[in-house]
């Protein structure tokens, strides 16, 4: 697991809700136990059409979503049956945070295991990293681990929660067994 101390990307936003696992990452590819490789079957059903095209309206197919390692959804994510490769999918495409209202716990203890950082902010933060994202798709927010802060592009820094073991296991970049 890489180190997770302070991360500046510039953030997809995926504002549908109540997004379950099986949309992060369909029941076919549940076979696999390898991480590696999950981030193509990332919204697969999303993503890509029947004949296995990739879909050029879907905000993982546009060139503004390469290198971006910030998820911000829209409300109750990750919902559904417990599926680690839900947590591996997303990391495997190349994302350490993902932000939402309300994160469901099974995944949320997944991706804090898995080095992938769920934070919860409140609804009136959520609409506003909405809009600076629609307002400026290139815009850059800072996850600060330590300090257990979001910072926007104004300065402001948003409090998120996290627990004192995940938060060390991100920090040092090892899982519960390290």
């Known amino acids: 697991m890489q180190k997770l101390t302070t991360l500046i990307s510039r953030v997809v936003a995926l504002p549908n809700e109540n997004i ?6 369909p029941a076919r590819y549940l076979k696999a136990i390898d991480k590696v490789g999950m981030g193509d079957h990332l919204f697969a059903d ?33 919902c559904g049956s417990s599926r680690e490769h839900a947590v591996w999918a997303l990391y495997d495409f190349g994302f350490r945070v993902v932000i ?21 902010v409140d609804p009136a933060t959520h609409r506003e990293l909405f809009h600076l994202v629609e307002e400026n798709p290139a815009v850059e927010l800072t996850v600060d681990v330590a300090a257990q802060t979001l910072t926007l592009p104004n300065g402001r820094a948003v409090h998120f929660d996290l627990d004192a073991f995940s938060k060390t296991c991100l920090l040092e970049g090892v899982d519960e067994l390290g």
């Open 46 to 78: 999303w993503r890509y059409d029947a004949a296995g095209n990739p879909k050029s309206d879907f905000v993982l197919n546009q060139p503004r979503a390469r290198g971006a390692q910030i998820l911000l959804v829209g409300d109750n994510f990750a």
């Open 100 to 120: 939402s209202t309300s994160i469901a716990d099974i995944f949320r203890n997944n991706a804090l295991k898995n080095g992938l950082l769920p934070v919860v």
């Open 20 to 25: 379950d696992t099986d949309q992060i990452i």
